[in-house]
C-alpha cells in the first residue's frame, strides 16, 4: 500500500499528515486558514489521493509558516508513499480549465526539486489567504516532493478561479504521474535506475 504518515513540529508549527495514493480522493484537512483547506480539498478529490491534514500555526503572525510548513509535510509525505518509485508514469499534464481561466501544470516526479511559477494575482488576498502564498506553497511541495513542476495561467481574470485552476491542475496532473504503468510496473522510470536527486 503507497500510504505515508509524517508529523512535523517546530516551535512555529505543528501538523500531521496521512495520505493514501490508491485513494478515493476523501478529504479532512484542517489548516486554520480557510481558503488553504478549500485548496487542499480540491487536491485530494481530483487526485483521488485520500488526504489528511491537522495544521496548527503561528497565524497571530502571518501566515507564512502554515502555508510553507503545510506544503513540506505533504510533499514529504508523498515522497515516502512513492517509496522507490518504481512503476509510476512519472510525467504528466493536464490543462485545467475554470470559466475564464485556462491553467497548464505538467510534472516529473524526477527527485530533483524545481518549480516554475508563471501565475500572477490582481488582489492580495483571498478569503483570509495572502495570494503571495500560493506559490511559496507550490515551491514547499516541491521541494520535498521531489517534483519538478511547472505551473503557468494561461489567461483568466477571477483570482479565485486562478489559484483553483492551479490547485485542480496540480491534482490531476499528479494523479497521472503517481500512476502505476501496467506494462512497466516492476521497473523504475529512468535510464539511471534511479529517481533521486543525481
Same mark, same amino acid.
Given at each position: 500500500?503507497?500510504?505515508?504518515?509524517?508529523?512535523?513540529?517546530?516551535?512555529? =508549527?505543528?501538523? %500531521?499528515? #496521512?495520505?493514501?495514493?490508491?485513494?478515493?480522493?476523501?478529504?479532512?484537512?484542517?489548516?486554520?486558514?480557510?481558503?488553504?483547506?478549500?485548496?487542499?480539498?480540491?487536491?485530494?478529490?481530483?487526485?483521488?489521493?485520500?488526504?489528511?491534514? /491537522?495544521?496548527?500555526?503561528?497565524?497571530?503572525?502571518?501566515?507564512?509558516? =502554515?502555508?510553507?510548513?503545510?506544503?513540506?509535510?505533504?510533499?514529504?509525505?508523498?515522497?515516502?508513499?512513492?517509496?522507490?518509485?518504481?512503476?509510476?508514469?512519472?510525467?504528466?499534464?493536464?490543462?485545467?480549465?475554470?470559466?475564464?481561466?485556462?491553467?497548464?501544470?505538467?510534472?516529473?516526479?524526477?527527485?530533483?526539486?524545481?518549480?516554475?511559477?508563471?501565475? #500572477?494575482?490582481?488582489?492580495?488576498?483571498?478569503? /483570509?489567504?495572502?495570494?503571495?502564498?500560493?506559490?511559496?506553497?507550490?515551491?514547499?511541495?516541491?521541494?520535498?516532493?521531489?517534483? =519538478?513542476?511547472?505551473?503557468?495561467?494561461?489567461?483568466?481574470?477571477?483570482?479565485?478561479?486562478?489559484?483553483?485552476?492551479?490547485?485542480?491542475?496540480? %491534482?490531476?496532473?499528479?494523479?497521472?504521474?503517481? /500512476?502505476?504503468?501496467?506494462?512497466?510496473?516492476?521497473?523504475?522510470?529512468?535510464?539511471?535506475?534511479?529517481?533521486?536527486?543525481?
Amino acid at each position: 500500500m503507497r500510504r505515508a504518515q509524517v508529523r512535523r513540529e517546530t516551535t512555529e =508549527t505543528q501538523i %500531521a499528515v #496521512e495520505l493514501n495514493l490508491d485513494g478515493t480522493g476523501a478529504y479532512s484537512i484542517s489548516t486554520g486558514i480557510g481558503f488553504l483547506d478549500h485548496m487542499l480539498e480540491q487536491l485530494s478529490r481530483h487526485s483521488l489521493i485520500d488526504l489528511t491534514v /491537522e495544521a496548527k500555526g503561528d497565524l497571530h503572525i502571518d501566515q507564512h509558516h =502554515t502555508v510553507e510548513d503545510t506544503g513540506l509535510a505533504i510533499g514529504e509525505a508523498l515522497a515516502k508513499a512513492l517509496g522507490d518509485k518504481k512503476g509510476i508514469r512519472r510525467y504528466a499534464d493536464a490543462l485545467s480549465p475554470m470559466d475564464e481561466t485556462l491553467t497548464r501544470v505538467a510534472i516529473d516526479i524526477s527527485g530533483r526539486p524545481y518549480l516554475v511559477w508563471k501565475t #500572477e494575482f490582481s488582489q492580495k488576498r483571498l478569503g /483570509e489567504m495572502d495570494t503571495e502564498m500560493f506559490e511559496h506553497w507550490f515551491h514547499s511541495f516541491a521541494q520535498t516532493g521531489g517534483l =519538478t513542476l511547472h505551473v503557468e495561467t494561461l489567461y483568466g481574470t477571477n483570482n479565485h478561479h486562478i489559484a483553483e485552476a492551479a490547485f485542480k491542475g496540480l %491534482a490531476r496532473a499528479l494523479r497521472g504521474a503517481i /500512476e502505476i504503468d501496467p506494462r512497466k510496473a516492476d521497473a523504475i522510470p529512468s535510464t539511471k535506475g534511479t529517481l533521486g536527486g543525481q
